[in-house]
């Protein structure tokens, strides 16, 4: 079980590194940034008390070690949340690593809270794919549905990567299950979109590079409707 | 080795004059045995046409359609229905079962056609029943089954005896999320069993099951997908930013 958390945590991880991350939107956005230390402490500590070596331990083993966190990192981010209230420890152990921790009904509930906080809801500031695709429809000599095309059978080609992973899990693997599903559903947003801009571009044609469609542009295959229609 | 389905330079051509629609221009396509390949395209991009010709339920205006080597427009029209009954197996969004048959005589009902005798034919298709996960259904009819339940019983029916070809046109359009990938999965694992599939689809979830996604655009092969890395590689550790 141990093996099958750490594969889907490791996933999550990586899927904001991936080499196909030069799309750079939220979902990339929220996963390259850093998960909360602080949160992922607490959670820890909700199935019962433990030493800051041993949090130190199995926060790496279950990111697969791919999220490498230095032992004084952890005891740093214990000291905050003891002084927040979120933790108690066990003075008994006095100072260093023979020092229990235990989350308080505050920190329970921190935890509670931020499970539930809208994780990335927020306006992209930009979608690198949407600049691409505009800017694609300015730029002499390009057919903007070829951009369309590079991107949607890179998109089909991710997705086929994700689904191989799902069809080669276990049944019970509910986790690396919904990982995938997440990622599947949101490259098929973006395969969506591509078709919707294909479609929108072929009844409204884009206008060309300089302004004022067929005016400023003299080879054929720039007439409007004629870049989008084969 | 021979592919199990090879359109060669395949044009289709509705309509005469101001009403001819060209639905196919110049199509190449070959599909292996065992491989899966999914069909994607915008309305009116040909999808549906590739499928029809491809099954042989249509002749192209012009080009090849080869079936396991064969090509099917040299025999009469008698024995082309005779081959595509033995060699093809179709499977629709809505089914297409027939309502006054079991589920087992409507999975039979190709082969007895076909002169198998019934004891055999019986059987191969409680295996194909079995491999679909549905032969507890066999004495049930349509309308007692899940739509899920009913695109097993048609997708037995496609795989039923010796079919080479499995063509599936948007089988999971009917279906809700869940159902839509058991489909998939089922009809991935038949076309592992060593039948070549092709399936039309607009739904890049399940199209992204397939081995090979093809790309069709005013009636032409546009792209398709390359084999991608596995999917171990989304394990690995990508480059930090």
């Given at each position: 079980m141990q093996v099958r958390i750490d594969s889907t945590l490791q996933l999550l991880l990586n899927a904001g590194h991936l080499d196909y991350n030069e799309y750079d939107n939220r979902y990339g956005i929220y996963l390259a940034r850093p998960v909360s230390v602080r949160h992922a402490l607490l959670a820890l500590l909700s199935e019962g008390p433990k030493y800051g070596l041993r949090l130190q331990q199995e926060f790496e083993e279950r990111t697969g070690e791919v999220w490498p966190l230095n032992v004084g990192q952890v005891y740093i981010t214990l000291q905050r949340l003891e002084r927040d209230g979120l933790v108690e420890s066990d003075?008994?152990?006095?100072?260093?690593?023979?020092k229990k921790f235990v989350i308080t009904q505050a920190g329970d509930a921190e935890l509670a809270g931020w499970l539930r906080v809208p994780a990335g809801d927020i306006p992209p500031p930009r979608d690198e794919l949407v600049i691409k695709i505009l800017t694609s429809l300015r730029v002499p000599g390009v057919d903007v549905l070829d951009i369309l095309q590079v991107h949607r059978r890179h998109m089909i080609e991710l997705m086929q990567r994700y689904w191989r992973l799902k069809a080669q899990?276990?049944?019970?693997d509910i986790g690396l299950a919904l990982v995938a599903d997440a990622e599947l559903y949101r490259l098929e947003g973006v395969v969506r979109w591509l078709d919707a801009a294909q479609a929108r571009l072929k009844l409204h044609p884009a206008p060309g590079p300089a302004g004022p469609p067929a005016a400023a542009v003299s080879e054929p295959a720039r007439r409007p409707g004629a870049g989008v229609q084969r | 080795m021979t592919a199990t389905l090879e359109l060669r330079e395949v044009s289709k051509v509705y309509g005469t004059?101001?009403?001819?629609?060209?639905?196919?221009?110049q199509v190449s396509l070959s599909v292996d045995a065992g491989e899966l390949v999914a069909i994607m395209g915008p309305s009116g991009s040909g999808k549906s046409s590739l499928l029809t010709i491809a099954g042989s339920l249509e002749e192209p205006t012009s080009g090849q359609v080869l079936i396991g080597g064969t090509d099917l427009s040299g025999y009469s029209a008698n024995d082309q229905a005779k081959l595509r009954r033995r060699l093809i197996g179709y499977v629709f969004q809505d089914f297409?079962?027939?309502?006054?048959?079991t589920v087992a005589e409507n999975v039979t009902l190709p082969l007895e056609l076909d002169g198998v005798g019934m004891k055999a034919a019986r059987s191969m298709g409680m295996k194909a029943l079995s491999e679909l996960g549905i032969a507890e259904r066999a004495g049930r009819f349509p309308d007692e089954l899940s739509g899920g339940e009913r695109q097993r019983v048609a997708i037995a029916r496609a795989v039923v005896g010796d079919r080479q070809l499995l063509l599936a046109d948007e089988p999971t359009g009917a279906l809700d999320s869940v159902n839509g990938e058991a489909i998939m999965r089922l009809l991935l694992a038949a076309c592992q069993r060593g039948v070549a599939g092709v399936i039309v689809t607009h739904d890049a979830q399940f199209a992204s099951c397939a081995d090979r996604v093809v790309f069709l655009r005013d009636g032409r092969v546009i792209d398709q997908t390359r084999t991608p890395p596995g999917p171990e590689s989304l394990l690995t550790p990508g480059p930090r930013q």
């Open positions: 003075d008994a152990g006095g100072a260093g690593p023979q899990a276990a049944e019970d | 004059g101001s009403a001819k629609v060209q639905a196919l221009q297409n079962l027939l309502a006054g048959l």
